[in-house]
């Protein structure tokens, strides 16, 4: 009987509703790494460059310095402005720069979801192209998100409405479902992220969450920004991000709307009671005084 019922479920889903999402899922998918690939080519070689470049003026200043240690190069301000670049002066080594493939696909997103980063072009084709891919990533970006929200919203209310008709108090359980939902996704879109950013951001718990929405709402502050050069990350850690950050701002947009709604439903609720309370204008002492003058007649 579950697995009829389970059938019956997902069948009353529209196909082709379906199938358009994933159709444009698979556009916006492609036009991120494309666009990854893009900047990775463009900036890629060019910030390689400069981090061996680097390496060797670094290397030229402790020989000709040898009482230059690396506590003395930190305090070194404008060699200090090329951790931009990938080259970390807070230890004896270098990453790889940036622009590699994964933190270009990671840049890619953070262009179409007008997010703050602590990445840029520097060269012109790099730039040019920056301008391009924004004018037609972040509309894409808008669609896209719009339909993943309301598809997430539709089965949602699907799977409330399914268990709600197998109980005497629908009301009660569509409401414990929906704030279910609401947990399952807090938990998925600021606790989990929150002990990954603590670990390889070094951020307090707090720091983490507050990351977490100002990233997702795309405030984007600046204040913190995950990803920085001068540490190693795993090779999936980008992927990760950018995986959180499209979910997490389709999600927190569900949630924004959820919240207006609200709010537009109370207004007109508080609305009609003000218009029936002006057709109504008689006070109660007065419907007793008007009742017996009526029984007379």
């Known amino acids: 009987m579950v697995s009829i019922h389970t059938g019956k479920f997902f069948t009353r889903l529209n196909l082709i509703r379906f199938l358009s999402l994933l159709l444009l899922g698979t556009v916006y998918l492609s036009y991120v790494l494309i666009g990854g ?10 910030v390689e460059s400069q981090i061996t470049i680097l390496k060797e003026k670094r290397n030229t200043l402790f020989q000709v310095y040898p009482c230059l240690s690396q506590q003395g190069l930190e305090e070194l301000a404008e060699i200090q402005a090329a951790t931009k670049n990938g080259l970390s002066l807070k230890g004896n080594h270098t990453t790889g720069g940036f622009f590699k493939y994964t933190s270009s696909a990671v840049f890619a997103a953070t262009v179409v979801t007008t997010i703050y980063g602590n990445m840029s072009p520097s060269t012109t084709p790099g730039q040019i192209f920056c301008v391009i891919f924004a004018i037609f990533g972040i509309p894409l970006n808008m669609v896209v998100l719009n339909r993943v929200g309301k598809y997430m919203l539709a089965i949602e209310r699907k799977f409330c409405n399914f268990i709600a008709t197998k109980t005497n108090c629908q009301k009660f359980m569509r409401v414990s479902i929906h704030f279910l939902f609401f947990l399952i996704s807090s938990v998925l879109y600021f606790m989990v992220p929150m002990l990954l950013f603590k670990q390889y951001e070094g951020w307090t718990y707090a720091q983490a969450i507050y990351y977490c929405f100002i990233t997702l709402s795309t405030i984007g502050f600046g204040d913190y920004v995950a990803y920085n050069p ?54 109660e002492g007065e419907k007793e005084k008007e009742l017996p003058e009526t029984q007379e007649k």
């Open 230 to 283: 001068d540490k190693e990350y795993p090779d999936w850690y980008g992927c990760i991000m950018g995986v959180w950050i499209f979910f997490g701002l389709a999600w927190l947009a569900l949630v924004i709307n959820h919240s207006i709604d609200l709010l537009e439903g109370f207004n007109t609720y508080i609305k009609s009671e003000r218009i029936a309370g002006n057709r109504n204008p008689l006070s």
């Open 37 to 46: 690939v893009v900047f990775w080519k463009l900036e890629g070689e060019q």
